[in-house]
Structure formats: C-alpha cells, structure tokens
C-alpha cells in the first residue's frame, strides 16, 4: 500500500505569522483520494423526488440510509440510462437528477453519471427512426447530458459494453443497429468527442463487462484511431463467486499496461447462494427470491475485504464502485448489498468500514509541533485537516504552511 500513502510535513501558523511552536494539535482526515464508490441511485427518489411508476425508494429513510452510505463512500454513480432520463422525447429527468448530484456534492461526494451510450434501456421513440437520424440525435444527447451538468458531474461512463454492442440481440433497440453500421470504433470516437467538446474537463470512461481479449483490441483499436479515453472501466460483478486475488491481479495487469488508470466501475459480491455456473448472462438468472443467510453473509464479508485490499493494493486502480448498497431493489434481485432489506448492517459493511474507515483512515488524533512550529504526517492520500484548517497528503506535496489560531 505504500504507493497509497504519503507523508507530508507540516509548519503550523498562528494567526500572527508566527509558527507554534511545542502546541499540541488535531489532526484529522476528511476524505480519501481514492474514489470508493456506489451507485446513488436510491438517493434520486429520496432527494429528487418519486418517479411517476415509483422507483422503490419511497419506503426508505434517507437520513438512516444517508448515514450508511457517507459513512463509507466518497463517489456516488447516478443513473443516466437515456430511455429513462427521456421516456417522452423532449421530457427529461433534469431537474431530479440535478437536485440529486448537488445534493450529494454538498456533502463532499463527487459524482459520476452511467452511461452516455448504450444499446440497453433506450427509449422506444427512436425505433423507426434511420440511422442518420439516431446518430444525430445520439449526439445531440450526449452534448445536453454533459454540458448540462458540467461542473456538477465531471466523470462519465462515455459508452458502456461496446465489445457487444453490434451484435446485441436481446430485444430491439436504436443503438445496436447503428454500431453494426458504424463500428465499434466509430461510436467510441463518437461518444468521447461529443463528451469531450461540451465539457474538455470531465473525465470520460471506456467501460465493459467483457474482460477478454476482444475488450484489449477494442482499446487498442480505439488508442490506436487518436480517440482519447481518460479511464479504463472494469465491471466484476461476481454472483458466481468471487474469482480470486490471483485472477484479480492478473486481469488488472493486463489492462494496466495501457498506461491508464483502472476504475473498477460495477463490483458486486452475493450474500446468498451463488448463481449456477453454467449461466453465461447473469441478465438470465432471475428468480423469485434469493435471499441473504448467515453463511453468505460471513462469505461475502471476507470475501469484500480480500477484493478491496487486491484492488487498493494494484498502483493502476484508481477507483471502486460497489454495486449497491442495500439489498432492496438490487440489481436482478440478488442480495450483493452491505445492508439488508430491512436496513440492518450485513457483516460485510462493518468488514468494509474496518478498512475504509479504520485501517486506512487516520481519526482525530494529538500531535505535538516541534520547536519551529513543524510536525509530520503520515497517511493515505487525500483531504486532513489540523486543528479545522485543511491540507492535503498527496505524491506532490512534501511541505505545506497552514495558519490556525494560536491554540488548537
């Protein structure tokens, strides 16, 4: 984890310009650098407001869920799927989306938007369409979507599963169409270049459930056409099973040798019983009920502390975004959240918090300043703060300067 923690030494300041010298201070951490992250799509019904057809968070407190979630996590995804943010053409879902992410960045969360392209969830008003005309109107969404929300959601999964988008074939959508007749390449280069002119500060994400080598030539096909892409998205979401450290490492190392960073974008680990290995799309195991127990339980909470530890430990992971946090309305109904239906904490979410928020996290703690007013710090990168004034650890900073009152 050394390449996760830093050092920096700091020269506290009274408000006279002088340093305090032999004062005890606090220090303290605020925020990690490192993205740990979850969906916050619950959070659109309980801030924003319900959805006409009810989103299934109507019946949670947001003040007992809020507190969950900010306890562990520091980067929220919201939901953009374009056949739900414009079911009616010309009808968006701005305003709670929006209401949402400021929300949620007032609270210190930076907040990410999933996805700009797809071939699933679209609305049906594009069926019948010609291509010219989806294209046009593809790219239309796109630069609205990200100019809308520019300086509010920076990061976006520019286009989602594209290894597969041409050959799609499960129900009739306007994208897959278009892909077959453009190319893959062609509508990475789209998604990125209409991305990128409405908003050259926002980090756009490649990101794919296929972890093959057709998802390597596809980067390599894209790298190689002068597409620029700033992140490399990485789905595991593991309802057969966790796949080990070992897998884990070598998939990363594979797609670290781009140069990129690694957003480890949709991770889920179950509760319950693992789905049958046979099922080749998790999108077709769907049952009735698939309860959390006891023995998942305790699996899933080792399990989650092996893959962040795994995941931290790689220098090229730059982010982790958990799949949910609760139980309630998971996706496909499986139990992969770290708190159950009923709002109780599953072993997993203490498990994770002991690291997030124990081992790697440095809580209020006295520190003597020497006799030039300087004392040192050591921690994982991110956000500190000494006697309430903030400072920064990071690879850049070795000394810094903060002026507090003259006494802590």
């Known amino acids: 984890m050394q390449h996760r923690i830093g050092e920096v030494t700091l020269t506290v300041l009274g408000t006279d310009g002088r340093p305090l010298a032999d004062r005890v201070v606090t220090v303290e951490q605020r925020r990690h650098a490192f ?23 109507a019946d949670l407190d947001l003040d007992r869920f809020a507190e969950l979630w900010l306890g562990l996590f520091n980067t929220a995804t919201l939901p953009f799927y374009w056949g739900r943010y414009e079911p009616t ?28 392209v797809w071939h699933t969830v679209q609305p049906s008003w594009l069926l019948g369409l010609g ?17 809308g929300f520019a300086g509010l959601i920076d990061t976006w999964d520019a286009i989602n599963e594209a290894v597969i988008m041409p050959v799609f074939a499960n129900g ?30 926002a980090t756009l994400v490649l990101n794919d459930f296929d972890l093959s080598s057709a998802y390597e030539c596809l980067i390599e096909g894209v790298l190689e056409a002068g597409v620029r892409i700033d992140a490399i998205g990485l789905q595991t979401h593991m309802h057969q099973g966790y796949r080990g450290e070992e897998y884990m490492g070598a998939m990363l190392d ?39 127990t006891p023995e998942g339980e305790e699996r899933q909470a ?67 300043t020497d006799a030039d007013g300087s004392v040192t710090v050591r921690g994982f990168h991110g956000d500190y703060a000494v006697a309430g004034t903030p400072f920064r ?7 810094t300067t903060v002026t507090v009152g003259s006494a802590d």
């Open 35 to 57: 993205a740990f992250g979850n969906i916050g799509f619950n959070f659109v019904g309980l801030v924003g407001g319900p959805e006409p057809t009810g989103d299934g968070a």
């Open 89 to 116: 053409r010309g009808a968006t879902d701005v305003a709670r989306l929006t209401a949402t992410a400021r929300w949620l960045a007032e609270r210190g969360v930076v907040v990410k938007g999933h996805p700009l």
């Open 131 to 147: 291509l010219d005309e989806v294209e046009r109107l593809l790219r239309e969404r796109v630069r609205q979507v990200v100019g």
């Open 172 to 201: 009739e959508n306007a994208i897959t169409p278009l892909a077959r007749d453009r190319g893959r390449i062609a509508m990475v280069r789209l998604a990125f270049e209409e991305a990128r002119a409405a908003n050259p500060a």
């Open 254 to 292: 594979r797609f670290a040798r781009y140069g990129l960073p690694l957003h480890l974008t949709e991770s889920t680990l179950v509760s319950g019983h693992l789905m049958p290995g046979h099922i080749e799309d998790l999108n077709d195991y769907q049952i009735p009920h698939w309860p959390t």
């Open 302 to 368: 080792d399990e989650i502390v092996r893959h962040y530890r795994s995941l931290v430990a790689h220098p090229a992971v730059q982010s982790i975004n958990y799949w949910g946090l609760t139980d309630r309305g998971a996706w496909l109904g499986a139990p992969v959240g770290l708190i159950r239906a009923d709002g109780t904490r599953k072993p997993s979410y203490d498990a994770l918090s002991a690291l997030i928020k124990g081992e790697w996290w440095l809580p209020p703690t006295e520190m003597r």
């Open 393 to 399: 650890i990071s690879p850049e900073e070795k000394t």
